[in-house]
């Protein structure tokens, strides 16, 4: 169930060899006609295009993002206001075909520092080598107010949730400006004015790396665990993408481990995780809960089982375009796993889709029953949402962070159908199905919010904790966990 929207410098990182293709050769023509098939796909195979907008509202939308590129057609911006951008569907996304992108990446002129949002501002992320003090909050660049540079980025979110977690690097980024003067108000208050010379993508990859926020431990597992101090154990779980065998081995190491210290409070970190396995939810609850049994629910549905729209649909893995077995044979796969419902245009997963599926989900034999703080951000997103919304509605402990990018009570998830757009070579994904939390479903769902946490971070916390290079979210887990 994981899905990630495009972030540049993520991406960048795996781009190899020679670059065979110019963006330059991209017209205006090429770039309108790409988005026009993308919304026809939407529109033809998404499993609820309409779940956020009316169709005469999103066809507005729709039609004002397509403005927006034909006014300035270029590579970027065609990214920046792809179609998938007003659907309310953190899952769908266009990614940028790997030469291409690389084209764009050797001819963009990179923005020279690392930053972080917190509560609606951008804040200098390093101790950089022009004497930007960490930070500092940024109000302009190139005379741009930030706030504006801000609104008219992407975002991975599920209906209109308001996720501040962005790359603001990357963003400003896309301006490609060969000098950027930037405007900024140090932690005393005073403003002042700098220009610095943009820098190659080389350079931009050591900035973001040596940024001091986030402070992450688990970049090489994805889980991991350690004692804090003699009462406080804190966990890392970045991820649900794990086979459940080798989850389960991961995770009693670190219970067993809890229970040989005899550790009363628990920090559980799944910040940044953007999801996975939807069985290793409950797998990874049973470690926590509070009573022998707990309500594992929820429920995959769909308005559309075929594969009606066929044109440019490949395998993600080896870039192949789909047979007409191809598709015979997904067709096939959703409807011996998908029934029509009774009411209503829905089709909802029977029993032969998840065999692993247990409602009523019995609490592991080394579960924890001492206090827990579980660390949440715009980025926990997906299957991760789900476990947020499960611990918060168990009540097994407070929650400190960011509000979820996906809802509370459904997303999208599971399978994909992978599109290249013929002439950007543009790959549009999108999910086919959704899934209902906590016996929510069907067409009448329309408020979204996301797992909103117990406790947020006022700003002048966050800057202290970050002026000393200390998590703030982690350090004030552990106040919390004092009092």
Request: with cysteine.
């Amino acid at each position: 169930m994981t899905k990630k929207v495009l972030i540049l410098p993520m991406l960048l990182i795996s781009i190899v060899g020679f670059s065979q293709y110019s963006i330059s050769e991209i017209s205006k023509d090429a770039y309108l006609k790409d988005f026009d098939i993308a919304v026809d796909i939407i529109k033809k195979q998404h499993p609820n295009p309409y779940r956020f907008h009316s169709k005469e509202v999103l066809e507005k939308k729709l039609d004002s993002l397509r403005k927006e590129v034909e006014k300035n057609p270029t590579y970027i911006n065609f990214h920046l206001n792809t179609p998938t951008k007003v659907l309310g569907d953190g899952h769908s996304s266009l990614g940028m075909e790997s030469n291409y992108m690389e084209d764009y990446v050797s001819k963009t002129s990179f923005f020279p520092l690392a930053t972080y949002v917190q509560n609606g501002n951008t804040y200098i992320n390093s101790n950089n080598k022009y004497g930007v003090e960490a930070g500092s909050r940024i109000l302009e660049v190139n005379n741009k107010k930030i706030g504006d540079l801000f609104s008219k980025a992407s975002r991975q979110a599920d209906g209109s949730i308001k996720v501040e977690d962005l790359d603001m690097s990357s963003v400003i980024s896309y301006t490609n400006a060969k000098i950027y003067k930037i405007k900024y108000e140090t932690p005393s208050g005073e403003q002042k004015i700098i220009e610095l010379k943009g820098i190659s993508y080389p350079e931009f990859n050591y900035e973001s790396r040596h940024a001091i926020l986030p402070i992450d431990v688990t970049s090489g597992s994805g889980i991991y665990g350690y004692q804090l101090n003699p009462d406080t154990y804190y966990l890392a779980v970045k991820s649900f993408s794990f086979n459940e065998s080798y989850f389960y081995e991961r995770l009693k190491k670190y219970f067993q481990d809890m229970k040989n210290l005899k550790t009363k409070n628990l920090i559980l970190d799944i910040r940044d995780n953007s999801g996975g396995s939807i069985s290793n939810v409950p797998l990874l609850y049973s470690f926590l809960s509070k009573d022998k049994l707990f309500n594992n629910s929820y429920k995959y549905g769909t308005k559309v089982v075929d594969i009606n729209y066929k044109d440019y649909l490949v395998d993600p893995q080896t870039d192949r375009y789909f047979s007409d077995s191809d598709i015979r044979n997904e067709n096939n796969f959703m409807h011996q796993r998908f029934d029509k419902s009774d009411k209503g245009d829905y089709y909802f997963g029977n029993t032969r889709l998840d065999d692993t599926y247990i409602k009523s989900y019995p609490r592991d034999g080394l579960f924890f029953d001492g206090k827990v703080i579980l660390m949440i951000n715009n980025r926990t997103f997906s299957a991760a949402t789900y476990f947020a919304s499960l611990f918060k509605s168990e009540k097994r402990g407070n929650v400190v962070g960011k509000e979820t990018g996906s809802c509370s009570n459904f997303t999208t998830a599971a399978w994909f159908l992978t599109y290249k757009l013929p002439n950007t070579k543009s790959t549009l994904s999108i999910p086919r199905t959704e899934i209902f939390f906590n016996s929510s479903e069907g067409d009448n769902i329309t408020k979204c919010t996301g797992v909103i946490p117990d406790h947020t971070l006022k700003t002048d916390y966050f800057l202290n904790a970050m002026k000393e290079q200390k998590d703030p979210e982690l350090e004030y887990s552990k106040i919390l966990l004092s009092k």
